[in-house]
């Protein structure tokens, strides 16, 4: 056997893991964020499947001081608290080791890195290999022929294996010994190890590669001349204690035994106990081969429950303890439950199921069919659910007009408008009805957004929610047609008696969902935002969908063959300037020709993957240094316009109607934006020519019809000044001045008539950047200046627009105590991190808190305003229509001979859609052309 030793450095990992899924964490059922329990067992499963260790071990630091806190008192003092919900996962990890059978190794007085470094040794005179598994620098002292670094990849990036070799040109040293003087010269800032002040990395390696280690160093401190040999003579102390504190301890009394830290079979029950705890479904049936039903909790007769489920209050007489019954370890499913689902096929029974239905108030709907593109895919059937546990399936015909002629059954009660329609995900159900000539005239209930609305961060499968909610684990559909792949079959595969109980289940899952979320809207304030926006917007976005808008494909052609030529010749002038050829599209060789054969940025950092940053961003910077970069930068947004957009367009025009559609979705962003898919029309680039010429590709339906674009102006930074109530930026909308020379006007202390161009751009960088938590450093980055200079226009605009400031101090305090933050309309965004003692997950929390009633509000007031604009073509019955939605536009497809009826009223219900506070007045303009870049 291959004797491979992993020792890993649990807290370095951990933390790693929390912090990579920060900005999309893992929210279990009951509200726990187990970010580092998941991105930690991916990284253990990545290891043991991938590296094939023989051995393994996982060590931990303790509470206890060690000796390099007596030595020096303010050892890490420095460090923040780590954040409450990585406290709280430690004792989860350590369950899932357990259940791994991979040993915790720990010692009071010493660190993780101590107790790795000892154990490495002793394994390595015994013959192993071993890799030190950890992100951490400091380890590099302790590699040597058998012991490496093993660094994982981070976020999609490879993973690193770093020997002496690597070592050693990472630093810039000759042996690996002088990592350790290293860190006493420059010290580590991240456990407060101060270093000789003054001293950097690069101070440091030249210095030891004259005089070998920092001893060396600094007995020949009075021969270093300059401010360098009198900040090394009066450090030497600070030297002496940061070499001590930087060396990694091998003598800590711990042992390696072979036979203890050998990989052994897993403890599956007890893994199966903590996924279940975690929520790890996917995961779990991975690695364990079985289903995990996830625990969750269910509310009897009279008991209140709180957003995840826990009991909160109670109208009945029951005790605290009898409350505490309501945990299941096991969900119920469609075996365990008494239920009554019917296939219904005759017209004779049709016709009597529609007779029921019809007394009805509240029904739920749901549709089979044969692919998740409403726009491409069959009838399979439909079903239908008015009580609990009862279902009825009606399976289609495969034929289209044998399913149409089943439908016109149905068609009273699609007619009937008392009735209130229920389904998860509307939108779809609608749209593939609508296919098929058929509209809902009741209301409606999408209770996949009256969760959105309750609890905008979390999963939204009907599922997972029935699973959250009514304790109940639905059929897999993996079960009816395999899992997804080229492989998997559709509906139309599926028998009979199989189809009805999965679909009836379906519909009756969803009626419970909403009677579940009907008292949760009420009792979390957002009835409102789901009734007036939410919910009405479904119709609208219906037909926005259904439409579609036609795509030109001859300039398409054209312009692909454009950007090639283009492309080609940005190319041939960067092999031209670098002087040699090398393949541009790979970041490794453009990062290695850039700055090792060009050096054009001596500082120049690799990323994670060991290989040169040659993002975006990077590269703009350097811009002014060399035209090559220039050329670099065309290419990318060439060869990026040409496959990301011109050449995919074409071939997602719908056949059946020779347009593109793209869908929208209505629950993905937090803050109520529409997010657009297949293809994603909200992303058309627009900051450059090129990318704004893509616009000409859409155009009107045919020569009767012309686009028409209205767009709302500036309306984030209005909705800043409305809440705020600020009077200078009030003012300025009020009286429809400039809002950027405005507010130039007031940080520069100039007449607006002097306000230069620059200074408008600067102010116009901070109106937008202050409201997203930019502060002096962004501010300093994004517009190239110094960050002195930045901070004085922050500082001025903060005293000028004082109650912009207050606003943004008023939404964290509110947060703080409350727990979140909401829109005009009362859309909620809950802040779970907003009192974290991490200041780190803290700022990200108190940064959406200021920005989220503001995108939310702009968000709330375009969805109005289309549901507004939709209803009026409705009652006028109009032949134009609106055909998109790009967060602060709509376009449209406009009869000619309508435009000058519709433009008033499309300006008017942007305008009237919400008013906002303190008069701040509402703009919106609206362009008219062939095409959408003409109309915009």
């Known amino acids: 056997m291959e004797k491979k030793l992993f020792l890993l450095d649990a807290m370095a990992l951990v933390f790693r893991a929390y912090y990579a899924l920060i900005r999309s964490p893992r929210i279990t059922s009951k509200g726990k964020n187990v970010n580092a329990q998941f991105g930690f067992t991916n990284t253990l499963l990545e290891l043991i499947n991938n590296q094939k260790p023989s051995h393994m071990a996982v060590c931990f630091d303790t509470q206890t001081p060690t000796e390099r806190h007596t030595d020096f008192a303010d050892y890490k003092a420095n460090r923040q608290e780590a954040p409450e919900d990585l406290i709280i996962a430690i004792p989860d990890i350590k369950e899932l080791l357990k259940g791994f059978n991979i040993p915790i190794i720990e010692a009071d007085g010493y660190e993780a890195d101590d107790i790795i470094g000892t154990l490495s040794k002793q394994a390595a005179l015994q013959g192993y290999d071993v890799y030190m598994v950890t992100p951490d620098k400091d380890y590099g002292q302790l590699v040597e022929e058998n012991i490496k670094i093993y660094k994982p990849g981070y976020q999609g990036g490879k993973a690193e294996i770093l020997g002496p070799a690597d070592i050693c040109e990472k630093w810039n040293i000759e042996h690996v010994d002088q990592v350790v003087d290293i860190l006493g010269l420059m010290g580590d800032a991240v456990d407060n190890i101060p270093g000789i002040a003054g001293v950097g990395e690069k101070t440091a390696a030249k210095l030891l590669k004259e005089w070998g280690s920092l001893e060396g160093v600094l007995e020949n401190a009075d021969k270093i001349k300059g401010a360098l040999g009198e900040k090394v003579r009066n450090g030497k102390d600070n030297a002496i204690i940061s070499k001590k504190l930087a060396r990694i301890i091998t003598n800590v009394p711990v042992s390696f035994h072979e036979e203890d830290f050998l990989l052994k079979e897993w403890n599956r029950s007890a893994l199966k106990e903590v996924f279940t705890q975690l929520e790890f479904k996917t995961l779990g049936a991975r690695i364990l081969g079985?289903?995990?039903?996830?625990?969750?909790?269910?509310?009897?007769?009279?008991?209140?429950?709180?957003?995840?489920?826990?009991?909160?209050?109670?109208?009945?007489?029951?005790?605290?303890?009898?409350?505490?019954?309501?945990?299941?370890?096991?969900?119920?499913?469609?075996?365990?439950?008494?239920?009554?689902?019917?296939?219904?096929?005759?017209?004779?029974?049709?016709?009597?199921?529609?007779?029921?239905?019809?007394?009805?108030?509240?029904?739920?709907?749901?549709?089979?069919?044969?692919?998740?593109?409403?726009?491409?895919?069959?009838?399979?059937?439909?079903?239908?659910?008015?009580?609990?546990?009862?279902?009825?399936?009606?399976?289609?015909?495969?034929?289209?007009?044998?399913?149409?002629?089943?439908?016109?059954?149905?068609?009273?009660?699609?007619?009937?408008?008392?009735?209130?329609?229920?389904?998860?995900?509307?939108?779809?159900?609608?749209?593939?009805?609508?296919?098929?000539?058929?509209?809902?005239?009741?209301?409606?209930?999408?209770?996949?957004?009256?969760?959105?609305?309750?609890?905008?961060?979390?999963?939204?499968?009907?599922?997972?929610?029935?699973?959250?909610?009514?304790?109940?684990?639905?059929?897999?559909?993996?079960?009816?047609?395999?899992?997804?792949?080229?492989?998997?079959?559709?509906?139309?595969?599926?028998?009979?008696?199989?189809?009805?109980?999965?679909?009836?289940?379906?519909?009756?899952?969803?009626?419970?969902?909403?009677?579940?979320?009907?008292?949760?809207?009420?009792?979390?304030?957002?009835?409102?935002?789901?009734?007036?926006?939410?919910?009405?917007?479904?119709?609208?976005?219906?037909?926005?969908?259904?439409?579609?808008?036609?795509?030109?494909?001859?300039?398409?052609?054209?312009?692909?063959?454009?950007?090639?030529?283009?492309?080609?010749?940005?190319?041939e002038s960067v092999y031209e300037q670098a002087g040699v050829r090398f393949n541009l599209a790979s970041p490794k060789q453009l990062g290695e020709v850039l700055f090792e054969k060009l050096k054009l940025d001596p500082k120049a950092k690799k990323t994670k993957t060991g290989q040169y940053a040659t993002g975006e961003d990077v590269l703009t910077k350097l811009s002014q240094e060399h035209k090559i970069v220039d050329n670099i930068l065309a290419f990318r947004e060439l060869t990026k316009l040409k496959s990301t957009y011109v050449d995919a367009l074409p071939t997602m025009i719908n056949s059946k109607t020779g347009r593109v559609h793209t869908s929208y979705s209505q629950a993905v962003a937090v803050t109520g934006r529409l997010s657009s898919i297949n293809p994603n029309l909200q992303n058309i680039p627009v900051r450059t020519e090129r990318g704004r010429e893509i616009r000409k590709a859409f155009i009107a339906r045919d020569e009767n019809h012309i686009l028409l674009s209205a767009d709302y102006s500036q309306i984030e930074l209005r909705i800043v000044a409305a809440i705020s109530g600020d009077p200078a930026m009030c003012e300025a909308f009020k009286a429809n001045k400039d809002i950027h020379t405005a507010t130039a006007s007031k940080v520069y202390a100039v007449a607006e008539e002097e306000v230069s161009k620059e200074m408008r751009y600067k102010a116009k960088s901070v109106n937008f950047g202050i409201i997203y938590g930019q502060g002096a450093f962004g501010l300093a980055d994004n517009l190239g200046i110094s960050r002195t200079e930045a901070k004085e226009i922050i500082d001025n605009y903060k005293k000028q627009?004082?109650?912009?400031?207050?606003?943004?101090?008023?939404?964290?305090?509110?947060?703080?105590?409350?727990?979140?933050?909401?829109?005009?309309?009362?859309?909620?965004?809950?802040?779970?991190?907003?009192?974290?003692?991490?200041?780190?997950?803290?700022?990200?929390a108190e940064r959406n808190a200021i920005n989220s009633p503001i995108q939310g509000t702009a968000a709330d007031m375009i969805k109005i305003a289309m549901i507004k604009i939709h209803n009026r073509f409705k009652e006028e019955n109009f032949k134009s229509k609106m055909i998109l939605q790009v967060h602060d536009e709509l376009v449209f497809d406009a009869h000619k001979d309508e435009v000058d009826i519709i433009k008033p009223i499309i300006l008017d219900c942007m305008r009237s859609a919400l008013p906002l506070p303190n008069d701040v007045p509402v703009e919106a303009e609206i362009g008219a052309g062939f095409n959408w870049l003409e109309a915009h």
């Open 290 to 571: 079985e289903e995990i039903v996830v625990a969750g909790k269910i509310p009897a007769a009279g008991v209140q429950t709180d957003l995840f489920g826990n009991v909160v209050a109670t109208t009945n007489t029951e005790s605290e303890e009898e409350k505490e019954d309501y945990t299941f370890s096991t969900h119920q499913t469609i075996e365990t439950t008494p239920h009554e689902y019917q296939t219904i096929q005759s017209d004779e029974e049709i016709d009597g199921l529609v007779r029921v239905l019809l007394q009805q108030k509240e029904i739920c709907f749901d549709t089979e069919t044969t692919g998740l593109d409403a726009n491409e895919a069959e009838l399979v059937g439909v079903s239908f659910s008015f009580e609990k546990n009862k279902g009825y399936y009606i399976p289609m015909p495969p034929d289209r007009e044998e399913a149409i002629q089943k439908l016109q059954l149905l068609q009273a009660l699609f007619d009937d408008t008392e009735i209130t329609w229920v389904a998860h995900n509307f939108k779809f159900d609608m749209l593939i009805l609508k296919w098929y000539g058929f509209e809902f005239k009741g209301k409606t209930f999408d209770t996949l957004l009256a969760h959105y609305v309750i609890d905008p961060d979390g999963k939204r499968s009907m599922d997972f929610l029935s699973e959250q909610f009514l304790n109940y684990t639905p059929i897999s559909i993996e079960k009816l047609i395999g899992k997804k792949g080229k492989n998997q079959g559709n509906m139309r595969d599926v028998d009979i008696p199989t189809i009805t109980e999965y679909a009836a289940e379906d519909a009756d899952i969803t009626l419970q969902l909403k009677h579940q979320f009907t008292p949760l809207l009420k009792e979390k304030a957002v009835e409102k935002v789901f009734g007036e926006v939410e919910n009405p917007l479904v119709p609208v976005l219906t037909d926005i969908e259904f439409t579609g808008v036609k795509v030109d494909t001859d300039f398409l052609n054209n312009y692909s063959k454009e950007l090639e030529i283009a492309a080609k010749e940005a190319e």
């Open 801 to 844: 627009f004082a109650a912009i400031q207050e606003y943004m101090n008023n939404m964290i305090n509110f947060a703080k105590e409350n727990g979140y933050v909401q829109t005009l309309m009362g859309r909620k965004r809950w802040l779970k991190d907003i009192n974290s003692s991490n200041f780190t997950v803290r700022g990200f």
